[in-house]
């Protein structure tokens, strides 16, 4: 489809972009200086699309700072093997069949507010399947962990339990049955 085509695209240009500046850092042997501004100039013009991770920036200014220099870090020292996972786990070049094994009853879907392509992902999925669960962290963005962490870790918590108790109540329900039948 025109939308799968302009995703792979995207995906590619992106990891394309990473690989180039993989290649400058090598041919033109950067200082580290150099090299971790150029990783911290493509991250932050990343980081600030403000579709996908709202206002991480400006809301957590410290947290930011701190993802960008662990993320430069990595990319220095990784940009070859992340832009190649990048390409090649791109959405689009996958079948659209690998989520019709997903089993809605044992999913969590967590998206940020902020985060409009999978607020409105997780929303429509929700929607479509009764047993999934939908979590909208609010004023977060696609960042979550940086931007959300205690609510992400409050989401899958609340999660889990609510798998137990209902495991739980099945299992009540089920022996209730057997000594009725017994």
Not at 5 to 17: F, I, V, W, Y
Not at 106 to 130: C, N, P, R
């Amino acid at each position: 489809s025109k939308a799968m085509s302009t995703r792979m695209e995207k995906d590619d240009d992106l990891s394309n972009h990473i690989e180039a500046n993989c290649n400058r850092a090598c041919l033109f042997r950067d200082t580290p200086a150099e090299n971790r501004l150029l990783w911290t100039s493509f991250l932050d013009a990343w980081y600030t699309i403000p579709s996908l991770w709202g206002s991480l920036e400006l809301d957590q200014p410290e947290q930011y700072r701190k993802m960008i220099t662990r993320r430069t870090n990595s990319l220095a020292g990784r940009g070859r093997d992340i832009a190649a996972v990048l390409k090649q786990g791109s959405p689009s070049r996958h079948s659209t069949s690998d989520w019709q094994s997903v089993k809605p009853s044992g999913t969590l879907f967590v998206a940020g507010s902020q985060d409009v392509k999978y607020s409105k992902i997780g929303k429509t999925w929700s929607d479509l399947e009764d047993e999934l669960t939908y979590a909208e962290i609010p004023d977060a963005g696609h960042g979550l962990l940086v931007q959300a962490p205690e609510e992400v870790a409050d989401a899958i918590g609340n999660f889990l339990f609510e798998r137990e108790e209902k495991k739980k109540i099945v299992k009540a329900t089920l022996k209730d049955t057997k000594k009725k039948q017994g």
